[in-house]
């Protein structure tokens, strides 16, 4: 079975478990202060624009996600989501676990736009009873989102400027950041990632690590005590050192680009075949995620071979499904993959 | 200037002030544990047909809800309700600070269908990766709905069976209490709220009292260490006599219901008034709180004499407003408001 | 059966019995926005040396000090209080339940020390793993303590100065303000208490009300929001006047400071007779709390006549009990019991 | 400079970074459902005596320890540990950030007794306010200790018939559980860890694992929904079977008991040394952590050629240090150290 349900059911890229090989007998300092943090949070910081934000190395990502809102707003506080948000549909109510209102806005892609966000800060800010509500402070979006859309520079931009006019947090989830910026039809770069929101994270879990997710805290504001968030809540890893060290393989001469955009097209052949073959997009996504509606006879077929992710039944005869390509992703699988498509 | 604006906006019926006085002197016990409320416990499940369930109240009505979800819900638990829902819209996300996510289900008057509630239960029920989700373990609705709408005994039968299939609560919000009940068209009666829910609450402060929420709790499950509960939540009142000598006040030969049904009547009086003028109503309800969509020019003009509560714009010149009657308005108000309507 | 088990076992002081009867059918805006409660802050500020504090009323003592707490900590701070402290002993974690600690330390007659405060600060001022233990960023403590002691002004001042360099807030706990400021050895005013915290509350409950707690907001960094927090904690009155005007009847002529200067001269007289039977007290006590050692069989006597509260088993043939004096106590009263005291 | 500052400054055995290469290739299912996790339960088990037990692999300590207690706890709930309790001084306040009070009872070795446990389930029981007080309801202790030592078979035996006699859950924090098993002196084994609790976990991050606690639930009431828990609180890592791969290569044929006590070994040859140059222990510990009291002009010589964690001042000349043996120290390295004692 050629596994193209997700893009974490293989371990690390190869060059990872090299340096965790070759740096094993050495001892460090723990939670996070030893070296291959500190090397990893520099090359990291080489991309971006912004020489005193701040680089923390968390486990995974609904944990980045709840210590970020955690350590962003305070009790009576709440945060903007797509209605499809990873943390408003898939993390157990981990952010309201914390204390914290998810104001989810309806996004039939993924993505919520300024206009909406505006509009949600605009009634907290008119209104006369305001003790009676929650004041939305934060705004989060996934780049790219859980539907594999992205947004456009200029979308991005429209947000950042409601953002700070409203005075909210703009906090992105790059759990899958790499296939986002790896997009053909992507005009954003990380620089612009780090100079329109607040707070973002470079997902390592999806993009080549064994595990690990980079914070970047760009808001001076979000930096305090953001330690003491971390150990508080479970995501401060006894031997930082392995994500360090992992993000620094990854990061030191751009492999977390490279092998994340050569997986987005491995991810436009497929689409390119499914099209060919009049199968629709759900949704059409120039990242790594492919959602197709096929018909469940079609699907049985490629069953035998291919594992798949189920998303939801569209009709008695049709299926939404996802294809996903990742960093570990062969151009003979996909060669496989396609031409059993074709032979459909 | 006379206020229809809520049902909030004056002290307590007479007969409760004469009570306060009349045992001012006399001491007891504290924490709730008193004659008065034992008296007045006794009482209100007079009216009901549960001898075993058991009565506690409480201050107010935000108190009351996030008390009763704390108390219900585990951490990975959440709670249904209409996206107009008092818990969801008008409690600065008290819920959410307790730890557990509200499942909104849209609702254009108010109310949510038993068949929303079972899509959302059989989804976990169903779900392959349910421990990515929250279970939704409780149905949070008012009676009547913050709009005055009411739910028909039927649409309650349906929704407590969904909730038995499911094995969740059914809990039901009665700030408003005996307004729904006195409703013309109601044919619910409060002995079909306590068999149909596991708890309920009758509204005092909007009632009569000066404060107080008597909270019934039918299911035994729900009933463990309430009172741990009651005092966790700032929620047990020192002199908790004071609830239970109001509530005994209003229950012990039925005050509670003959002066919210009286305002119901008052709020038909004006719903007729308005319809003679054709000025709609926003929602249809048959309780005291009225929603209209009139001409920003007459309201100025209601204004003058009357305060009532502005919802929101409709159009550039007309809005929606609530004109709420309740225990303490008079015939007085209500002819002076109605003739001043078919004049407008 | 006399009562003097506690301080909140009767009603309110006729004057609010009084005031809330003359004003019953007046209305009010809701939520503690109305003219009673902006008068009872003016009433309580002319007290104080600082017009720009703010004054809000909450209903209950637990959840004042919840509420405080909650607004004023983040996430990784915790809260030092005497180890005897309300909010560590008989508050059912609810001060936890909001997700801080408490550092509670040793403190034999309910008060601490700057010396241990200081020592609490420091250890966290100094430590090189910051992020793994909490920050101390608020002191609690109570004025009169829960064993009826006081702190003096020195003591005060020493503290206030020890939280200033550490920069951490001082709330100080008045559920019995009054007791401790009527005391005959209180060198401490009301000027004072606002001058040396960041926050502290008059308490009413226990002083002459039916319930409510007068919160006095001093330090600006507080304010912030503050009315969000009594929302989202419950403590918003919908009928907030019912507080706003006991306590304006209470200050506005000075009669909490009277009724409650009175029962502490009432409790002085018990303890002599105590003191003149050679009873001892288990902690010297000024206000109006006496606590007391006594044989087992001479309390089964005056528990013919009086109701007190059992403390703790001394030894086999003693308790530690408490007689507690109130607004409501008589002189009577208190000559019937030092005559049974003194017959013993 | 030789580390023997703590267990957990170097990478994972050997076996371990080898399983993971050879691995590398294989794909699985994410999130803990994989043949790996599957297996290393299974080996797990095969040292216990519950068949029907669950095993959960979390990523860290403070985690699985706020993870199992946000599991077992109502509200209401707390949790007794020692003063000294990892999760009372070492945690940031994660318990209460999860809504919990810990209560602290001395312990100047480390270890709480039964006769101590006792008296605060009696007075929870015996209390006549108990809606004032949190309930405990789970028994929290380390073994080994934070300060190394350990509880004996009778000791643990005692604490666990306290713990049943009050419906309360024993949670034994296994960080070093394999450290604690080989101790020359222990009389426990792992057999007996899970038939006294009611949960606890083999620490994998100090016991030769790059990272990973194996949780292994015993009593069925815990069991509900845990799932739900990890992922809620951030502890479900998406690439699951890197634990369960390194628990099983620990467990498979006994590594993880072998490499523990090998460390205890060498800890004991460092401890006999400290002893023969007349340098006192701290605490009498028979595991891998020693704590000594030395002069700081020897401290500063030793300080030359090794890494040791200072833990106190003792006075202006002496300090109280750990010395830490691992699974990865060398008898090369305990014989250079012991040789430079010696020679102190």
Not at 49 to 76: K, M, S, W
């Amino acid at each position: 079975m050629i596994r193209f349900n997700n893009d974490y059911s293989r371990g690390a890229h190869p060059r990872i478990l090299q340096a965790l090989a070759d740096t094993n007998a050495e001892s460090y300092g723990g939670y996070g202060i030893d070296p291959w943090c500190e090397k990893a949070a520099a090359e990291i910081k080489k991309y971006l624009d912004c020489p005193d934000a701040e680089v923390h190395f968390l486990v995974g990502g609904t944990q980045a996600n709840f210590t970020v809102i955690a350590a962003a707003l305070r009790p009576y506080q709440s945060v903007i989501s797509a209605d499809s948000g990873h943390i408003h549909v898939h993390e157990t109510g981990a952010v309201e676990h914390c204390g914290h209102k998810i104001q989810a806005l309806p996004a039939a892609d993924g993505k919520i736009t300024a206009a909406q966000i505006a509009e949600e800060a605009r009634l907290y800010a008119e209104s006369d009873i305001p003790e009676h509500i929650t004041q939305p402070k934060m705004v989060y979006l996934s780049f790219p989102t859980e539907y594999g859309t992205i947004y456009s520079k200029r979308e991005l931009e429209e947000i950042s400027a409601v953002c700070r006019q409203y005075e909210m947090y703009l906090f992105i989830d790059g759990a899958r950041l790499g296939y986002g910026l790896g997009a053909e039809d992507a005009d954003v770069t990380i620089q612009d990632i780090a100079r329109l929101s607040d707070v973002f994270y470079c997902g390592g879990t999806k993009c080549g690590a064994l595990c690990g997710e980079a914070v970047v805290l760009v808001n001076p504001e979000l930096r305090s005590h953001f330690r003491s968030y971390i150990k508080q809540n479970g995501a401060m890893l006894a031997k930082g050192w392995l994500l360090g060290l992992q993000f620094y393989t990854l990061f030191q001469d751009g492999l977390y680009f490279e092998i994340t955009r050569q997986a987005d097209e491995y991810a436009m052949q497929i689409k390119r075949a499914f099209a060919a073959k009049g199968i629709p997009s759900y949704i059409e996504s120039s990242t790594n995620q492919q959602f197709v509606v096929m018909e469940n006879r079609l699907l049985e077929r490629l069953s035998q071979k291919y594992v798949y992710e189920f998303e939801k039944k569209i009709d008695e005869t049709h299926s939404c499904v996802r294809f996903c390509t990742s960093w570990y992703t062969t151009q003979a699988e996909v060669d496989e993959l396609t031409a059993d498509i074709m032979a459909l």
